[in-house]
């Protein structure tokens, strides 16, 4: 979205910020069921966290809510344990929130207060920062519950390999990335364009790890000489495809970029090949 | 998707099958939970229906199937009423499934056997026909079970007024329209663009029917005398968008274009518009 339009104040993620792990703890939904709370249509569960952010205003502990359906599901924890090891201090030890198919903002780390509650969290972050706004809003003036709150990450794929500029041999070139559908839904098909976009191809996905964590997928191509624009695109298990550009989704705070994967590498003649 | 590229054997509906009605019946749950299904993951409910289609190949009477878990939600009747009137033949009278947010074809009319089963409906309209197939791909030849089957609505909106072609006096105009978000899914913004999809100008909403019905909105914009596009765009309450365009959608059945609403209008210089 920089590309589009600047976006003051946002350190630009690009391709980083993904990964997965396994997390073991407490379903959410028995401590709450434990805790005697009724399932009512509407309420909010709430999570507070030390942490101070000096960048919230004003000035305030991190916490953020989700609704008490999604609460209630199965894939909701209380983690206490990252790949097979303690959890580590750095990723919310000694317990924090995970909530699959959500923003990682809901996700919550060093959670100390849980809270059910008439309405979602008023949280800076939650109110105010986490928020598609339209194009034409200032984020400085917004107020608390305006644009529409993230929750539920968009379908969306990348490519990982290989690199954004990266120079590669004329030939055989196996282009690697992942795709992650929306909230408990599946990839069902993977498409990588050689032409911007005019015909596609469809790449091999590797089996899911589970329905919450994103899918490997590979395709080789025949590389010719000249610069070389990768594009990729995910389709879900009811159909639904990603937007072709980010031109269309930009918005002031950045956020919800899902268009086609993009990346540009220069590929070169074999014989002018650079030794590794 | 036919002015990107021909689908043979299939009736343009363009605008048209759009509609909403207030449905009354039981139930589906109750009357499974009644005949003692048990609900577990990966099951299936199929409905026969008695009209044979002779396009199905080969010919067979009608009938498709939803997952047990979308067949267990409060949403989903068996309907004998219709706008508060006895539901007619033409709708599926007597009785007819009722499948609120998937596709209208597995609201199968005059159902007769309702199944619980391990796999989804082999019926030919499930197994090979409601299925997006990678644009390659010859629907003559395509085996059972390929592409991917249709089945939750993806987020749509389509522009009702001015129509496709209209002749439009200069001055204020005001456009109306309507928008769907996918299942279970709110509506959080419509935006209609009068340059292409370079700015946008947020619609009024009006209250949502239910969360299953479509939600009407309109925009009074200033049209100046010349041809004009009208583009129209949806976001749900998740900050997902609609594709830009149809041409990245095509598929050879012709389904599930969700990208941008268009109509094109001519504005006539006020003094030489026709009198009604």
Redesign the interface.
């Known amino acids: 979205m920089l590309k589009v339009h600047p976006i003051p104040g946002k350190d630009p993620w690009a391709h980083g910020a993904i990964s997965t792990a396994e997390w073991r703890g407490a379903r959410l939904s028995d401590i709450l069921d434990a805790a005697g709370v009724r399932h009512e249509d509407g309420l909010h569960v709430a999570f507070n966290a030390p942490d101070v952010a000096p960048e919230a205003s004003p000035v305030q502990a991190y916490g953020s809510s989700i609704p008490l359906s999604k609460a209630m599901s199965e894939e909701v924890l209380l983690a206490w344990q990252m790949n097979s090891e303690p959890l580590p201090r750095v990723h919310g030890g000694p317990v924090r929130v995970v909530v699959p198919g959500y923003i990682g903002a809901r996700s919550v780390k060093w959670v100390k207060r849980i809270t059910v509650q008439p309405g979602p969290s008023e949280n800076y972050f939650q109110a105010l920062d986490y928020r598609?706004l339209?194009?034409e809003s200032d984020p400085g003036t917004a107020k608390p519950g305006e644009g529409?709150?993230?929750?539920?990450v968009?379908?969306n794929c990348d490519i990982l390999v290989p690199g954004d500029g990266a120079e590669v041999p004329a030939g055989p070139l196996t282009i690697h990335g992942w795709a992650l559908a929306?909230?408990g839904r599946g990839i069902?098909?993977v498409?990588v364009s050689l032409d911007g976009?005019h015909?596609?191809c469809?790449a091999d996905l590797q089996p899911a790890a589970s329905r919450w964590s994103w899918r490997l997928w590979s395709l080789t191509v025949e590389a010719l000489s000249g610069p070389m624009t990768l594009n990729a695109?995910a389709?879900d298990?009811?159909?639904?495809?990603?937007?072709?550009?980010a031109a269309?989704?930009w918005n002031p705070r950045g956020?919800?970029n899902?268009a086609w994967a993009r990346v540009d590498v220069n590929v070169l003649p074999r014989r002018v090949m650079p030794r590794p």
Do not use: K, M
Not at 148 to 152: N, V
Not at 237 to 245: M, N
């Open positions: 598609i339209p194009p529409i709150s993230l929750s539920s968009a379908l929306g909230d069902a098909r498409d976009g015909t596609w469809q695109r389709w298990d009811t159909g639904v495809t990603q937007p072709e550009s269309g989704l956020y919800g899902n």
